[in-house]
């Protein structure tokens, strides 16, 4: 059966936060069987401990979840490539080892991607200092709001900079996007020199898409 959402975490000594961020996706509304947790080790120096914890929850969840193991660091875009190519569901999406979702989050991207067949759909995250957060709720957003890329002019000016209701300029990074996985099959890969403050202006830099902020 062929997966709803294919995450990808990139690994790299995460061995005291990641069992937080796996559980958050593991414990998704929108049901472990629909999704593709790509867990890649990008050559961890904590003696292995961070790549037990993926191969025990690849373990407990073989039909879910994905190791990949690299023997040399690839950095942030380059790590994402290697879990793109491991990628088979309909929609991508990346998630970093500290951070997580709220346990409703991939249910309301998904629904709302099919539902006005968007490309790209935007979220909203907060900055938090620890990892005490339960993550059982999501806040509304001001609105929902749709954009077609079409032309050049409108995609030029999202581009240059965040507008009212978007924030898909140079400034906006790729964790907070739901994304068809053809874009990055079909269109274009991660340039590998971008580290983690990755901006999004390159997705559609090569095509017109729609994108939809909830």
Known sequence: MKK?????VPCYNAANYLPWCIEHLIRQTIGVENIEIILVDDASTDDGATME????YEKQYPESVIVVSLEQNRKQGGVRNVGISYAGGEYLMFCDADDWLAFQAMEVLYNTAVQYNADVVEYRYEAVADHTETGEKIEQGNGSHFKDLSDDETKRKILMASTENFSFGCMRKIMFLLMQRSIFICRRRIPRCIGIGMPTSWIMQAYGCFLWKI
């Open 4 to 8: 709803k959402i294919s995450v990808i």
């Open 53 to 56: 914890l993926m191969l025990a």
